[in-house]
């Protein structure tokens, strides 16, 4: 079989490049390795920046964000015993955020998709991309059993991490810059509301923590653990005593215990693969680039690769012009490497480094920023600035 766009990975970024192609008229075809079911359950982030709400929106795709997406005009800082909010809307000019589960997005984005007649294949691996230096690229891939091939104009490799796009790329001509971070993240979901509206970053001497949400009556919240931490060494009560201790602050200020339904252990890493075209071949979306969580920007940098690809695609069959195109991989890196240092800067503010030779030091290095954003509003207005993202175009 053929089509124009050969799409591999049903994520965020491989869901949201067909709607916005299929809404260009650009013909595509998704391929997903895995089922349905277990796509729409994967737990992951749950920060939408303005830029990806407004591409849900002009796809069509955001009737439901609209109505139970929580918008957020602030985060909060602890550190010690202190808090300190950041008001996004006074500091950057009216932005702010939303939180909505990445497992609604993706349910959202596939049932569009399907609706809107995209051809979507669950439990169908890509296998290998082959033609990358060609104009006439093939995805083998695996379904029901039988090995096939897709011919395509081009191929867009959003299939996260672990993807086999990427191979397309001769190694020769693709670098990729890594960093891997001395902590790792126990991500857990609770059947409780909430015990705050906000989104509270702490900084403690035992490590960072965080509490998130996923709706009024669920909670997400996160811990640092050491590198290659077992979940199952967590009981539900260690969890909750050692939350209680990093979120300590002066008042009256309670964590809402309830039952937990869900614990796992998220390495944090930063990588980022350059470049992100090579011939008919594009990446996007965690194919090209991780960032560690704190900064949530994981998943919006996937969607504003896909937003920029989607665009370039449109004029390349509405005028023939690859300009946007050949633009794709600098302008996008750009965006990338400002979001991985802002995701490291928040990183380092905020955990504990067990390999510090001077950990003193360090964390008087961390007190000293954390006071400086509580003593200055350009040093608020910085952070607020790169945590809601980039205005839309
Ligand atoms: P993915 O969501 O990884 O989607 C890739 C898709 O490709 C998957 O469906 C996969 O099954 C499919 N695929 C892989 N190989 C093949 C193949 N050979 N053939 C066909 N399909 C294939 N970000 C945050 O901001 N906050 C968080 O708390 C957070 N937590 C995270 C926790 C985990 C465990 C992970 C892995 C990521 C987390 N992220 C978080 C990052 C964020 O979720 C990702 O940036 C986002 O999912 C990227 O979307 P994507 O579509 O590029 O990739
Ligand atoms: C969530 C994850 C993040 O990495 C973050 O910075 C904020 C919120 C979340 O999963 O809700």
């Known amino acids: 079989s053929r089509t124009r766009v050969g799409v591999v990975g049903a994520g965020p970024a491989g869901l949201l490049l067909a709607a916005l ?4 008229g650009v013909d595509c075809v998704v391929l997903e390795s895995r089922e349905r079911s277990y796509v729409e359950r994967r737990q992951r982030a749950g920060v939408l920046e303005q830029s990806t709400v407004d ?8 009737e439901r964000l609209d109505r139970e997406g929580l918008a957020h005009d602030g985060i909060e800082l602890r550190w010690n015993r202190r808090a300190q909010r950041i008001d996004f809307p006074s500091l950057t000019g009216g932005r702010r955020v939303w939180v909505y589960a990445q497992t609604e997005v ?3 984005l596939i049932a569009h998709d399907l609706t809107a007649g995209v051809p979507l294949a ?3 691996p890509a296998l290998a ?5 060609t104009d006439r690229p093939v995805v083998t891939y695996r379904h029901e059993g039988r090995e096939q091939s897709l ?5 867009v490799g959003c299939d996260g991490f672990h993807g086999v796009v990427r191979t397309a790329v001769p190694a020769s001509a693709r670098t990729t810059y890594e960093r891997r971070y001395p902590y790792s993240w126990l991500g857990v979901l609770a059947d409780v509301p909430p015990s705050c509206d906000e989104l509270i970053y702490a900084h403690s001497p035992r490590g960072f923590a965080l509490h998130s949400l996923r709706s009024p009556t669920v909670s997400r919240l996160y811990l640092q653990v050491a590198n290659g931490t077992d979940p199952a060494d967590w009981s539900d009560e260690r969890i909750w005593d050692e939350l209680d201790a990093r979120f300590a602050v002066e008042g009256d200020w309670r964590l809402r215990r309830g039952p937990l339904t869900q614990k796992s252990v998220l390495p944090m890493r930063g990588s980022v ?3 992100m075209r090579h011939g008919s071949v594009f990446l996007a979306g965690d194919a090209a680039h991780i960032v560690p969580p704190t900064g949530a ?3 919006n940098l996937a969607a504003g690769d896909v937003i920029e690809l989607g665009r370039a695609f449109a004029l390349r069959y509405a005028d023939g012009t690859d300009r946007a195109l050949a633009a794709y991989s600098d302008t996008r890196l750009r965006r990338i490497w400002r979001a991985q240092h802002f995701s490291y800067s928040l990183t380092t503010m905020l955990h504990t480094d067990p390999g510090d030779p001077d950990p003193g030091f360090g964390v008087r290095l961390q007190l000293a920023r954390l006071d400086r954003i509580a003593a200055s509003r350009a040093a608020r207005a910085e952070l607020a600035e790169n945590y809601v993202g980039p205005a839309t175009r």
């Open 122 to 124: 669950f439990g169908t």
């Open 21 to 24: 192609l299929r809404r260009a």
């Open 273 to 275: 693969t350059e470049p």
């Open 129 to 133: 991309v082959t033609g990358a230096d």
């Open 55 to 62: 591409a849900l929106r002009g796809c069509g795709a955001a």
């Open 151 to 155: 011919a395509c104009d081009y191929v």
């Open 297 to 299: 920007k994981g998943l």
């Open 106 to 108: 993706v349910k959202d």
